[in-house]
């Protein structure tokens, strides 16, 4: 599903990623962990298109997404990658649905074609009692079901997640925890997660470390 090559990032003379090689597979939770700093968040910017290496490609589902610019980029970005962020980044003067189905709408759809898919999606995340709300009147564990709905409207091949638990109480977050293995069984999602919870990392596929800029498969070559 996604390959990573020769992934270097530098702001000035400090070099955030140093070669990075990675590959994940379809229907896979990866976690990436390590000290705040290491590269994490960098790392998964360039893998979900929102920034660019200095050298190195990435290919989603085979296309070179290192290479698209403009429009091409948008488009792919917004009909192939699903985000998940720590702090929601729900626009406060929508309600819940229209946040849903903002991509789709962006995408060219209307809201006519959207909103039984969004409505569905929200029903299998335990908000469809949350339709009409504004994020202001929503938990923030409702906040962020009502984002993954969000990531998931335009059946992405594959979501990046960066802290999504970072900003919610233990009882949501291992709430949010389950759904993401659910939603891997039962839509054959992809996730890339970057986390500092254990407990989260633990619970994916597979968990790689980053340290110093470069890859690690696990903790103890930190």
Known sequence: MLKAKGITKSYGKLNVLKEIDLEIKQNEIVSIMGASGAGK????????????????????????????????????????????FQFHNLLPEFTALENVCMPALIAGKTMDEVEGKAKELMKKLNIGNRYNHKPTEMSGGEQQRCAIARALINDPLIIFADEPSGNLDSNNAEELHKLFIDLRDTMNQTFVIVTHNHQLAKMADRQLWISDGTMNLDESTL
């Open 41 to 84: 968040s960098t790392l998964l910017q360039i893998l979900g298109t929102l920034d660019f290496p200095n050298t190195g490609k990435v290919w989603i589902n085979n296309t070179e997404v290192t290479s698209l610019y403009g429009d091409d980029l948008a488009k792919f970005r917004n009909n192939k990658i699903g985000f998940v």
